[in-house]
């Protein structure tokens, strides 16, 4: 069964105090792993497209990475405003499937 | 462009009552998305059409829940009757070049069944 799993579900960080958020996935037919942001009470807001093991993308204090097994989302120096839920999703040959997220607060 | 449009941003209803989402896609977009959001099971893909055409409904959890899209700028998902079990906040997506594009999230309804 296709499946993703992220860790952990909830991470407290100082400001500037840089970490990782993991996401780990068996599915058949990967075709895409895709990185989402989410404030509370709005929709997931697209982050990155990771289609390939090896493969890296940023975004101002945010590096993916992929891997065969696993996406990792780094956070460098974060800031309060990067406090969020952080979505992982890949995508198989028919849907996207979402993980349950990693609720993150970044405090000052 | 103003992004996916969702109406209601708030529903609450008595269960059994006949409930319809509404979501406008951006422009140009011919994927269209619909998802429910709950603390237990995270984001599940309801169901997606591509030019207004259903293509994959498997994740339509039984017969009372039904979408359609009449044309390119309107969908919507109906529920009837409701159950409080049907409590969660759905959200509506559309991407532009295929299913494996980015997708753009509506800001979604909160839906509260009593």
């Known amino acids: 069964e296709d499946q993703v799993t992220q860790s952990p579900e909830a991470l407290r960080l100082q400001e500037g105090e840089s970490s990782s958020l993991n996401c780990s996935y068996t599915?058949?037919?990967?075709?895409?792993l895709f990185w989402y942001r989410q404030d509370p009470g709005k929709g997931p807001e697209f982050l990155f497209t990771?289609?390939?093991a090896g493969e890296e993308k940023e975004k101002e204090r945010l590096k993916a990475t992929l891997t065969k097994k696993e996406s990792f989302l780094h956070i460098t120096a974060p800031k309060p405003e990067d406090s969020a839920t952080y979505l992982c999703?890949?995508?198989?040959?028919?849907?996207?499937?979402f993980g349950t997220g990693t609720r993150l607060q970044v405090f000052p | 462009d103003a992004g996916v449009i969702q109406s209601p941003r708030h529903e609450v209803t008595e269960m059994g009552q006949e409930v319809t989402l509404r979501c406008k896609p951006i422009?140009?977009?011919?994927?269209l998305f619909w998802y429910r959001q709950t603390m237990m099971r995270g984001l599940e893909l309801l169901i997606y059409?591509?030019?207004?055409?259903?293509?994959?409904d498997s994740g339509m959890p039984e017969d009372r829940f039904s979408a359609k899209m009449p044309n390119a700028s309107f969908s919507t998902l109906k529920i009837q009757p409701s159950e409080p079990r049907d409590s969660a906040v759905y959200f509506c997506?559309?991407?532009?070049?295929?299913?494996?594009?980015?997708?753009?999230f509506g800001p979604g309804t909160r839906l509260t069944v009593l």
């Open positions: 997506a559309s991407s532009l070049l295929d299913r494996t594009s980015e997708q753009f």
């Open positions: 599915v058949s037919g990967l075709r895409g």
């Open positions: 990771l289609y390939s």
């Open positions: 999703a890949v995508y198989n040959t028919d849907k996207l499937i």
């Open positions: 422009s140009g977009h011919d994927y």
């Open positions: 059409f591509n030019n207004n055409v259903p293509i994959d």
